[in-house]
């Protein structure tokens, strides 16, 4: 049964985030319901100079799109969930995923010899402490630089630059707008970001009109993936400064999860592995972040990680 108003839906303007905001949209339009899209500018499209993990605020991505909801000048927002902090602002909640994308991480080459030979020597961009952790763990001799922008920019700045030999993306925002390369290779080795390749959408937890409207496009499988994941960070107190990940996957009657966490430099990492009935997913997420924890050392390494502190370049002080 579609509302009788006007769902006004926030979005980020970059041209990634129109076109999953326009899938939103086309999915409540086809149930009946008129949509609008409210355009906004986050502090992270906004503040392209310094590295996301070293703006010291989590969030950089949604806080317009939340206040725009609690003001009432939006009834839902439309995000990459991978952006969404595990902490949503008070009175929000995520009310529906769409059914998850590519999970993957995907690498623009121009050189791929360069992966071929584990002790090459090599200049990587990327702006994820996640994948810089996973990257130097496999390839220690390379040097990684951040990159900022949206993606386009940072394609146009890969492509100009004669320092940069690859790139890493998400493979979802690529595949989205119609920009993977030839020169592409999908990393299926890196274990992706928490909630990587889905969309969410949030709404006011008062707002039992918009939930009953969201319930009907959200994809079930993808939101208990998308919940396992997202707890797994919260329980290791993750976010844009810890280089958190994990992979929770539905086959049939099976959960089944992959987790890890990084140091920044590759040298250390701690991994859990483990298949539950999907039966048990509410908590499921908790468990395999305990268990990662019990390993010896890596209380240490979270604890390390936690207390960096990052100059405005991203370096640690």
Known sequence: MSTSRTIKIASRTSKLAIWQTELVKSRLEALGHVCEIVPLESTGDLQLTQPIYALGISGVFTKQLDAALLNKQADIAVHSLKDVPTQLAQGLTIAAVLERGPSEDLVIIKNKSKLEDTGSIATIASGSLRRRGQWLAKYPNHQMVGIRGNVQTRLRKFAGSDEMDAIIFAKAGLERLGLVPDNSEVLHWMLPAPAQGIIGIACREEDNEM???????????????????????????????????????????????????????????????????????????????????????AAVLIEEIRNKNWDEKGVIN
């Not at 483990?274 to 395999?288: H, P, Y």
Request: aromatic share 6%.
């Open 211 to 297: 939930k009953e409207a969201l319930d009907s496009i959200n994809h079930q499988q993808t939101f208990i993936s998308a919940s396992v994941e997202r707890q797994f960070m919260q329980t290791m107190m993750g976010g844009c400064s810890v280089p958190i990940s994990a992979l929770a996957q539905v086959n049939g009657s099976e959960l089944e999860f992959k987790g890890a966490m990084h140091a920044y430099d590759g040298k250390r990492a701690f991994e859990v592995n483990r298949v539950m009935l999907v039966s048990e997913w509410t908590d499921a997420g908790k468990i395999c972040a305990e268990k990662l924890l019990e390993q010896p050392g």
